[in-house]
């Protein structure tokens, strides 16, 4: 045989050509999908790692001597630039922190020489002084700025308040305050043993109500009132007295044994947590235990509700001015941060220059300046995410104001005190119970109907049918949860009982009319071909939905006596118009298509040789139906309904306005939910860019990226090993 060379013709080579431009353009598609995927992961990461990061301390950022002897409180403020001091000798001065000098720039005599001082919680920004001869003032300094076109031009102000009494025989030996609505309380200890509490309005020189308690208390270390001046809290040693005020006299609520848990340790100091809810309890164990009231049995109690662990030779504490943390201050410069709801020590560092008798913190929580008995030094605080960690996230949580730990979604509040609620527990629950009661409704109906229409149906109505059921997935989701909570939610409620009935019904009336079926005469059967008994299947489900849907109240009256509302509630479940039901009805109804379209086109491509000879072997259409063709079609099955487990993980629309939007952990079907999807579409708007809001907002989206991403991985997965084992078939 002669030799032949191998050539290709112009036309091979603009094939050839044309097959390797879309070979490059298909695998550039790919990866540009992989590309984008790993993006949008990274840029998730980015945007929620700095959640879990810990606060910044950048101390010396500005230091100023004062020559003044035992400062007793201490105001900074919310620039940084200016410090406020009062000192033991009575007098009350304004600092430059950004100039530092040896003379105040503002200086006022307010009190007498080793007067007694207080001052209400940082936020407040009121001090006190009471002193021998019996004289009370209050003042309050203010940072007042004006812009020139040099920058700030601090002009500090002294706002202060005398009062005087005529009833004090003894020396007072502590005493506490608060300035609450114009209305200004004092509480004070003598040496004779009496409590007396005084109150009037602020603008009068005299307090003109006051209330003497009826015991006299033979030792008492410390005094602190609420800021609203509503409640007294009296420490002598490891024992609290809870006072209330009840009109014009103070009623002792309890007694508390601040001891609790700490076995031995003696209580040192007791400091109101921001908003006022919650004690900080120091412990000379180097020990700080938080507690608040919870109520019991109708009644509030004080109780201890978590401890911390501080580093060793604790001096004294700093809460924070509106979040609920403090910060310690330790020997040998050792400070640290905690955060109470989260449990977590933000911050603990080493700073050597750092020796403080006395700190405070800016309104804005930015700075602190603290005191080492010659030097006042400013640092800079960094401290955004501290509410958030995993156990804040992820576990219980004791709140204030709850009778117990539980998981809690509420991010926004009107009150400035609102500590936010960050627990994604809720919101994932609500997930995965929306994405339940949805595959509950739509996978048998995809999947049978997609057996039935690629198995028995007739080739002429399988072209109608399987269009139209595709034609439904182009149907807006916003579409189908307007109806849902327009109309389909109203019509659940009114006809509750039929609706659930139906669920029933339904599959035994398919059941019962393919019974009929078989008993009919052959002679009756011919005038309907194989493939088109869904012709009359359809009549039958209408004619059973319209019966049950008419008589609904015939039915409500006989299996509940008139009011399956009432029966609900008498069994303790709740009902929602905007429920789990509605919901699963709704986005079943929108997951249908994809199954459907999925798992039929699986179906139908299976080969026909393959059934054939199955029936060619004697088995029946059934049994062939079920070892051979959902078999070979089983990964294709298991995708599609994997597929629309990611579209009701993701939904969004329906789900937003079809339930009542509550995050509650409740398996109950008559009751909303809240899914991340909602909560990221209804928050995100409103969340301030950069806030610990914002951020648990993508972190919550990177929840469902991954759950979508591990979904979708473990399908495929499952679909090769399915492949590989009925691939022999």
């Given amino acids: 045989m002669a030799d032949t060379d191998f050539s290709l013709n112009k036309r091979d080579h603009q094939r050839l050509w044309k097959d390797r431009v879309v070979r490059i353009a298909v695998t550039c598609g790919g990866v540009g999908v992989l590309g984008a995927l790993v993006l949008m992961f990274v840029y998730f990461a980015m945007v929620v790692t700095p959640l879990f990061s810990g606060a910044k301390f950048q101390a010396n950022q500005a230091t100023v001597t004062i020559p003044v002897n035992h400062v007793n409180a201490m105001a900074v403020d919310d620039y940084g630039q200016a410090l406020f001091t009062f000192s033991?000798?009575?007098?009350?001065?304004?600092?430059?922190?950004?100039?530092?000098?040896?003379?105040?720039?503002?200086?006022?005599?307010?009190?007498?020489?080793?007067?007694?001082?207080?001052?209400?919680?940082?936020?407040?920004?009121?001090?006190?002084?009471?002193?021998?001869?019996?004289?009370?003032?209050?003042?309050?300094?203010?940072?007042?700025?004006?812009?020139?076109?040099?920058?700030?031009?601090?002009?500090?102000?002294?706002?202060?308040?005398?009062?005087?009494?005529?009833?004090?025989?003894?020396?007072?030996?502590?005493?506490?305050?608060?300035?609450?609505?114009?209305?200004?309380?004092?509480?004070?200890?003598?040496?004779?043993?009496?409590?007396?509490?005084?109150?009037?309005?602020?603008?009068?020189?005299?307090?003109?109500?006051?209330?003497?308690?009826?015991?006299?208390?033979?030792?008492?270390?410390?005094?602190?009132?609420?800021?609203?001046?509503?409640?007294?809290?009296?420490?002598?040693?490891?024992?609290?007295?809870?006072?209330?005020?009840?009109?014009?006299?103070?009623?002792?609520?309890?007694?508390?044994?601040?001891?609790?848990s700490q076995q031995g340790a003696l209580v040192t100091d007791i400091k109101l947590l921001a908003g006022a809810y919650s004690l900080l309890v120091s412990y000379n164990n180097d020990q700080v235990s938080q507690w608040f009231d919870?109520?019991?049995?109708?009644?509030?109690?004080?109780?201890?509700?978590?401890?911390?662990?501080?580093?060793?030779?604790?001096?004294?504490?700093?809460?924070?001015?509106?979040?609920?943390?403090?910060?310690?201050?330790?020997?040998?410069?050792?400070?640290?941060?905690?955060?109470?709801?989260?449990?977590?020590?933000?911050?603990?560092?080493?700073?050597?220059?750092l020796s403080p008798l006395l700190a405070t913190m800016s309104n804005n929580e930015r700075y602190i300046v603290t005191w080492d008995g010659k030097v006042a030094s400013l640092a800079k605080i960094s401290n955004d995410y501290p509410e958030v960690s995993f156990s804040a996230l992820w576990q219980k949580v004791w709140y204030e104001h709850y009778p117990e730990p539980q998981f809690v979604w509420q991010s926004t509040s009107a009150s400035d005190k609102f500590e936010a609620k960050f627990s994604l527990v809720p919101i994932a629950f609500g997930t995965l119970k929306a994405?339940?009661?949805?595959?509950?409704?739509?996978?048998?109906?995809?999947?049978?109907?997609?057996?039935?229409?690629?198995?028995?149906?007739?080739?002429?109505?399988?072209?109608?049918?399987?269009?139209?059921?595709?034609?439904?997935?182009?149907?807006?989701?916003?579409?189908?949860?307007?109806?849902?909570?327009?109309?389909?939610?109203?019509?659940?409620?009114?006809?509750?009982?039929?609706?659930m009935c139906l669920l029933v019904i339904l599959p035994l009336s398919t059941i019962i009319a393919g019974l009929i079926w078989t008993l009919l005469p052959n002679?009756?059967?011919?005038?309907?071909?194989?493939?088109?008994?869904?012709?009359?299947?359809?009549?039958?489900?209408?004619?059973?939905?319209?019966?049950?849907?008419?008589?609904?109240?015939?039915?409500?009256?006989?299996?509940?006596?008139g009011d399956v509302r009432v029966f609900l509630v008498q069994h303790g479940i709740d009902f929602d118009q905007r429920n789990a039901l509605v919901v699963g009805l709704a986005m079943g109804f929108a997951v249908i298509p994809t199954i459907f379209t999925i798992a039929e086109d699986a179906i139908f491509s299976v080969p026909k040789h393959l059934s054939d000879g199955s029936l060619a072997l004697g088995a029946t259409p059934w049994q062939?139906?079920?070892?051979?063709?959902?078999?070979?079609?089983?990964?294709?099955?298991?995708?599609?309904?994997?597929?629309?487990?990611?579209?009701?993980?993701?939904?969004?629309?329906?789900?937003?306005?079809?339930?009542?939007?509550?995050?509650?952990?409740?398996?109950?079907?008559?009751?909303?939910?809240?899914?991340?999807?909602?909560?990221?579409?209804?928050?995100?708007?409103?969340a301030a860019v950069g806030s610990?809001?914002?951020?648990?907002?993508?972190?919550?989206?990177?929840?469902?990226?991954?759950?979508?991403?591990?979904?979708?991985?473990?399908?495929?997965?499952v679909r090769q090993r399915l492949r590989e084992k009925y691939r022999s078939l």
């Fill in 88 to 260: 033991q000798d009575g007098e009350a001065q304004f600092w430059s922190l950004t100039q530092p000098e040896q003379s105040a720039m503002f200086s006022q005599k307010v009190a007498e020489k080793n007067a007694l001082i207080a001052n209400m919680p940082i936020d407040y920004g009121w001090f006190a002084t009471l002193d021998a001869i019996h004289h009370f003032t209050l003042l309050k300094p203010k940072f007042s700025y004006k812009i020139t076109s040099a920058g700030r031009d601090l002009k500090p102000e002294l706002i202060t308040h005398h009062y005087t009494f005529n009833d004090i025989n003894a020396v007072a030996r502590a005493f506490t305050f608060s300035v609450n609505e114009g209305e200004v309380s004092l509480a004070t200890y003598r040496n004779d043993g009496s409590l007396t509490i005084y109150w009037g309005a602020l603008d009068e020189a005299k307090l003109s109500y006051h209330y003497r308690f009826p015991i006299v208390l033979d030792n008492v270390d410390q005094l602190l009132f609420t800021p609203d001046g509503q409640t007294l809290y009296i420490r002598d040693r490891n024992e609290l007295v809870v006072a209330e005020r009840k009109g014009n006299k103070f009623v002792v609520r309890e007694l508390v044994d601040l001891g609790g």
């Fill in 294 to 353: 919870v109520l019991k049995d109708g009644q509030r109690r004080l109780q201890q509700i978590r401890t911390f662990h501080l580093a060793k030779a604790t001096r004294f504490l700093l809460p924070d001015t509106y979040r609920k943390g403090f910060y310690s201050f330790h020997d040998q410069g050792v400070v640290q941060n905690h955060f109470t709801t989260s449990e977590k020590t933000v911050l603990t560092k080493h700073i050597e220059s």
């Fill in 435 to 499: 994405a339940t009661y949805a595959m509950l409704f739509a996978v048998p109906i995809a999947v049978f109907g997609a057996i039935y229409t690629a198995y028995f149906m007739t080739p002429k109505l399988r072209r109608v049918v399987k269009p139209t059921i595709e034609l439904m997935e182009a149907l807006p989701t916003v579409i189908i949860g307007f109806l849902a909570g327009l109309w389909l939610a109203p019509l659940v409620e009114s006809h509750l009982t039929a609706v």
């Fill in 523 to 561: 002679d009756w059967k011919r005038f309907i071909p194989n493939g088109l008994h869904v012709v009359i299947l359809m009549p039958v489900l209408v004619m059973v939905t319209w019966l049950m849907m008419s008589n609904s109240q015939l039915i409500e009256s006989a299996l509940f006596n």
């Fill in 624 to 686: 062939t139906l079920t070892r051979v063709v959902l078999l070979t079609a089983s990964p294709g099955i298991f995708s599609a309904i994997m597929m629309g487990l990611g579209r009701a993980v993701g939904e969004t629309m329906i789900v937003l306005m079809a339930t009542g939007n509550t995050p509650i952990l409740d398996w109950n079907i008559f009751e909303g939910m809240r899914t991340l999807s909602a909560t990221i579409a209804v928050e995100l708007p409103e």
């Fill in 692 to 717: 610990s809001h914002f951020r648990i907002l993508f972190l919550a989206a990177l929840i469902l990226f991954a759950f979508t991403f591990v979904v979708n991985s473990i399908a495929e997965w």
